[in-house]
C-alpha cells in the first residue's frame, strides 16, 4: 500500500508560480513512476506531467511543457510540480498519482495509488 499527501495549492494571481508537493509513504516508493493529473469543475481528469522511478525520463502535457516540471528526490519519497507563468485556464484540483510499473505513464488508468487533491487557483 501506499499513501500519498499532496500540498502546496493555494491562490496565485496569472503569471505567479507555486510548487506542489505530494510525500509519499510506502517501502517502495523508489520503484515507482509517478505523475500529476488535474481536474476543473466540470471537466474529465487531464494528464500533466509524469516521471520514471529514477527521475531521468520525464513528460508533460501539450499545454504546459515549458511552464511546469516534474522532480522526485526518492531519499525524501516525495514528487514535485514547479509550476511557473500561471494562467487561468490551470485551475484545478492537482491529484499525485503513483504506478507500479515505474516507466512514464500519461493514461490515467495505468496509475495504482491517488493522492486527495490539492486546489490550485489561478487568477485574471
Known amino acids: 500500500q501506499m499513501q500519498l499527501v499532496e500540498s502546496g495549492g493555494g491562490l496565485v494571481q496569472a503569471g505567479g508560480s507555486l510548487r506542489l508537493s505530494c510525500a509519499a509513504s510506502?517501502?517502495?516508493?523508489?520503484?515507482?513512476?509517478m505523475g500529476w493529473f488535474r481536474q476543473a469543475p466540470g471537466k474529465e481528469r487531464e494528464f500533466v506531467a509524469a516521471?520514471?522511478?529514477?527521475?531521468?525520463?520525464?513528460y508533460y502535457a501539450d499545454s504546459v511543457k515549458g511552464r511546469f516540471t516534474i522532480s522526485r528526490d526518492n531519499a525524501k519519497a516525495a514528487v514535485y510540480l514547479q509550476m511557473n507563468s500561471l494562467k487561468p485556464d490551470d485551475t484545478a484540483v492537482y491529484y499525485c498519482a503513483a504506478q507500479a510499473r515505474g516507466g512514464v505513464q500519461f493514461q490515467a488508468s495505468e496509475y495504482n495509488y491517488w493522492g486527495q487533491g490539492t486546489q490550485v487557483t489561478v487568477s485574471s
Open positions: 510506502g517501502r517502495t516508493y523508489s520503484s515507482y513512476g
Open positions: 516521471i520514471n522511478w529514477s527521475g531521468d525520463d520525464t
